[in-house]
Structures are given as structure tokens and as C-alpha cells.
């Protein structure tokens, strides 16, 4: 295997209002080969988008920054890039669909006006050969009747269709790496299930990058190569997606996995929640993020922080601890019968 | 009298349609939503019917209809045998006491200028159950109830997180201690480590008080895991209802089978062995629903007769079906 396609070195991006500063991400490192789709699972405020937006440089200023790290994609670090070499990165080889399309594309903007800027900004092409190719592209994602639909306002369009319209938007520039955002949050699982369709037909043709962001641990089950988990600002755990599932290691990973109910199981077993809520990020315990929740936290736990380390092959977890899968059963036994 | 053989709920061929007027102030009406039309259930005592559907498919409207927020269009709600639909006003307030609601918002469903005490003795003091020092008691007893620390009564909402807001709004729902809470989609605003502390809380709740649960939800893993019978909702008709197993182990409508097929699972191994049934186009506008049945223009098996005449629900080994094709 050669360099990766991103790589993403010690980041570090934090929120500054006033005196307080809340560190979103502290110190992750991952890598995306090309081809690969990779899923990023955590809850809100576990720092996954930022993360996402640190690599697209698109952190809110001045209020977030980002501190350490370095972004390495195709051999330049994107945070050493000015502005002008940034804006010619994003949209044409880094494209990101973002989760609310209903605030995502301009409602003063018609779809073709949409579609046909970044085929002239990015590709060069003229106004006819733009409106052609966004023609196609609408067409690719499935919206019918795409050539008369070039002059409606987003406002005209449907929550699904409008995901289409970003995705094609996405894609529009033939992008190495596509960044999606929780990008079916919103939508019916109907729908969900013709955008996930949608993706994968469009990433076998396209041969690009996906990364995915997610809450929910059955989307990322069937669409990735490989998962990492996010909590509290680091990443927690990162393994192929069927290693992941089938022996997690991580006590975070393994809680969010017992804690939701499965279509496909007809016992009805008790739900083992994850006590505790999330840490304050303004003001982070001192040793492990997760140690307060923790059903196996030690003093050590509480003191030092664990690092990322590789504890099979490919997969890594923080945590100082060896788990495995029958320690967190027999902890679920002690809990259930207490 | 009431009869404790009969259902607590029974919903009869209830429709809740929304007017669509034109014109300024006297405004003629031109057409209406027809968010509910025409969905007949019964809710028996102690159980849980999951009522699940898309967004728009009328399932929070039959909720919001039960309890008479707005009147319903037409049709027949007997909650313990009374028909809600015809008492005055009065009688329903007094009623509404045995019938509550938590919602799905819980960052909208406080008042952020009341403290927890106030919040939470409200129906109390509406109903005039407690007086006197008795409320404050009750809302500390209330409170342990659901988990939170009886001290926080003097705090305001925007001090809790979502979890805990969703903890204040069931107290509140248990306040006035009644039959048969409504639960409106009551765990999707929160994140996933505490949604299961949430179905927990209810499930226990539900067995020391011997609650009846109508659980408004769409997600069909959480309605699963919670009810006892489950009912489908399509573009303002239910489509399938049954018990638990039989409609995720056998489910006979087709748009039930495409719903539940469009759940994506979290294993790896089977995600990719499934085969799934990828419905086209979108839900159709409840203002000019489609002639015949409701789902005709999304169903892959429709026939002639699926666009000429509405199916009737009926029943089919255990389940109750509105399908022409399902034999």
C-alpha cells in the first residue's frame, strides 16, 4: 500500500467564547485509502463533524481554531494551503453533503445556478457544456425530468430530492473524496434507503473515497470498509467494520452496541443503557474520557489517559484495559441482576 | 360504567382533516389535509400499541386526535367506554386527567420560565389533586420516580440536558396519575447512550402503575423492542396491524415489507446477504391522495383494482390488512 489518500495527523481544533475553551477534537489521527468508504460513529459533541470540517478547513471563525495537526491529502498539507489553493481543493477534489439539505443550498438560487458555478470555476468548462453535464448529473441521481427542473428553486424540491440535488452538487466535479455528514438524518427510511443505494452505485463508478458520519451503528454496518468510533473529542476505537462488530473492544463501542434495540431479535432482553451522560468538554476529566461511565474503570483509569494502541491487527482502541466481549457479558449479568 | 373487559381506547373510523382556505381574512375553503382518514384501532388495558409510519403519515394527528387537541373531523374516540368526541368541554378537561402525553421535543415541551416544582405540579394543581405542602411532597416523590435528584425542584429547564428534560416531562405525565399516556415519538431528539436509559424508564413505569401506552415512533427497532402490538400508518390510513412477532416475522403488506427492509441492521455480515426492497418516488400529498389505495403509487405488485377502489381492512391469519393482493 502506498501514502493513503487523507491523512489526518494530531488534530487539535478547540472553541474559544470568552474565558471558556472547549477542545472539539483533541489530538485524532486516522488515514482514508483511496477507494475506501470509512465510518465515523459517535454521538452529538463527540467532535466527528468538526473533525470533518477541520479537513475542509471550514471551522467557524473566530470562535473555533484549529490548533495542532497536520492534514495530509495527496502529498500537501492542507493546513498550509492560502486560501485561493484551498477554495480550488474544495468542491473539486474534496467534496462534503452536509446533513440538513434544506438549509444547505440557497433558497435565492435556482438548481441550475446550483449546479453549473463549480463546473466553470473547477473544470473550466462554458456555460452550455456546464448546463449539459448538470443536466447529466441530475439525471445520475435520479431526479426526473432533470432538464426542466434546471430552473426551480430549492424550494420546489422534496427533503430526499434535495439531498439528490447536494449529492449531485458533490459529485459534480469528479471529487477523490466525498464527505458526508449524517446526510439521511433528516429523511424517512424510505428515503434513506434510496440515498444509501444511490451512494454506492455512485462510488463504484466514481472509484472515490467515501467518508460517512453517523449516529447510527446499522447504517455504517452495511455501507463501510472500516468504522471508527468517536467519544468526547478522540477517537476511541478504529477496526475493519466486521471485526468492529463482531469482537468491539472498546467499552464505549461495546455500551452503544448493547444500548439499541435490533429489528431483527424477537427477545425481548432489557436494554443496558450507558449511565451518565457525556463529559463537559469546557472541562474535561483528567485520565480517560469514558472512565466516568466506565463499568470496568480503575484508578488508573481515572489518572492517566490512555493512548490509541493496536490491540489485534488493525484495530485499535484507548484503553488500558484487555476486554473482551465476555468480560462486558458478564458485567451485563451483574448489572441486569442487581 | 365503564367495563374492565372492554379496550381502554377504542378508536373508531377517526379522520382529522385540516381546512385549506383562500383568501384574505373570510377566506373560502378550497380543500383540506386529510392528515388522519379514517384509522380504527382499540387499545386494551396494561398493553402497548406502537403506532409507526413515515413523517406526514398522520400518526401524531391520530395522537393529538385521541386527546381532542384539535377535534377530530368526524368518527368515534371512547376512552373507558365515554366518547370524547361528543362530551362538552368541561367533562374533557376533567377526562384529559387520565390521558397524557409526552412529547418528542423535549428542549419545546417546558415551560423555560418555570422551575421543575412548578412544571411538574401543574397538573396537579389544574386537576386539583393535591393542596398545600402535599404538591411539593408529590413532586419529590415524583421526581425519585424518574431518576433525578428530588433537590433539583427549584431549577429551570435549560439546566438539564436532553435526557433529563425527557425525565421531567414523564413526571409531569405521571402527575396527575393517569390510565394511558400518549407517547409522541419519546426518545428521537435524544442520542443513542440515552435513549436506552429513556425505554427503560417507561418500560418500569408502565409495570408498577399498570400504564396503557399508545408509543408514536419511527423507528421500528425502539417500536419493536417496546410494544405489544403494532400498528402501520400510510398517508393517513393503518395499513397492517398485528402482534409484535407476526408483523416483523411475517409482515403482509407490501409496504410494510418494504419499510421494514429499508431498516438498515447493525451487522455487517447480514447487511450484506439482505436483500432490500427499494420503494420509488416519494409519499404522495395527503391534500389529492391517489384514487383506490393510498400506496398505490409507490407499490411494486399494484393491479388495476389497487387504483379504482380503496382496500377495506380485514383480516388475515392474525393480521389486520388493507390490501387487495394479500390473501
Known sequence: MGEPLLRVEGLRTIFQTGKQVVTAVSGVSYSVDAGETVGIVGESGSGKSVSMLAVMRLVPSPAGRITEGKIWFRGRNLLELDSAEMRAVRGKDIAMIFQDPMTSLNPVLSIGRHLVEPLKLHLGLTPSQAKTRAVELLQ??????????????????????????????????????????????????????????LVKRLRR??????????????????????????????????????????NPRHPYTLGLLSAIPRLDTAERTRLMPIPGKPPDLSNPPKGCPFAPRCGFSTADCLSEKPTLREVAPGHFSMCHLELSKQAFINLREVRVNA | MPDSNQPLLAVEDLKVHFRISKGFLFGKKV??????????????????????GESGCGKSTTGLGIIQMPRPTSGKVLFDGVDLMKIDSETLRRTRRHLQMVFQDPYASLNPRLTVEKIIAEPMVVHNLEQGPAVRERVRELLRLVGLDPRVITRYPHEFSGGQRQRIGIARALAANPSFIICDEPISAL????????????????????????????DLAVVRHFSDRIAVMYLGRIVELANRSDLYDHPK????????????????????QRERIILKGEVPSPIRPPKGCHFNTRCPLAKTICFEEAPEIRDVSGHQVACHLVQ
Open chain 1, 140 to 197: 445520475m441521481v435520479g431526479i426526473p425530468d432533470a432538464a426542466n427542473r434546471l430552473n426551480d428553486y430549492p424550494h420546489q424540491f422534496s427533503g430526499g430530492m434535495r439531498q439528490r440535488v447536494m449529492i449531485a452538487l458533490g459529485l459534480s466535479c469528479n471529487p477523490k473524496l466525498l464527505i458526508a455528514d449524517e446526510p439521511t438524518t433528516a429523511l424517512d427510511v424510505t428515503i434513506q434507503a434510496q440515498i444509501i443505494d
Open chain 1, 205 to 246: 463508478e466514481f472509484g472515490m473515497s467515501v467518508i460517512w458520519i453517523t449516529h447510527d451503528l446499522g447504517i455504517v454496518a452495511g455501507l463501510v470498509d472500516r468504522v471508527i468510533v468517536m467519544y468526547a473529542s478522540h477517537v476511541v476505537e478504529t477496526a475493519g467494520v466486521d471485526d468492529l462488530y463482531e
Open chain 2, 31 to 52: 380543500g383540506a389535509v386529510r392528515a388522519v382518514d379514517g384509522v380504527s384501532f382499540a387499545v386494551e388495558r396494561g398493553e402497548t400499541l406502537g403506532l409507526v
Open chain 2, 191 to 218: 442520542d443513542v447512550s440515552i435513549q436506552a436509559q429513556i425505554i427503560n424508564l417507561l418500560k418500569d413505569l408502565q409495570e408498577q402503575f399498570n400504564l396503557t401506552y399508545l408509543f408514536i415512533a419511527h
Open chain 2, 253 to 272: 403488506h407490501p409496504y410494510t415489507k418494504a419499510l421494514l427492509s429499508a431498516v438498515p441492521l447493525p451487522d455487517p455480515k447480514r447487511e450484506r
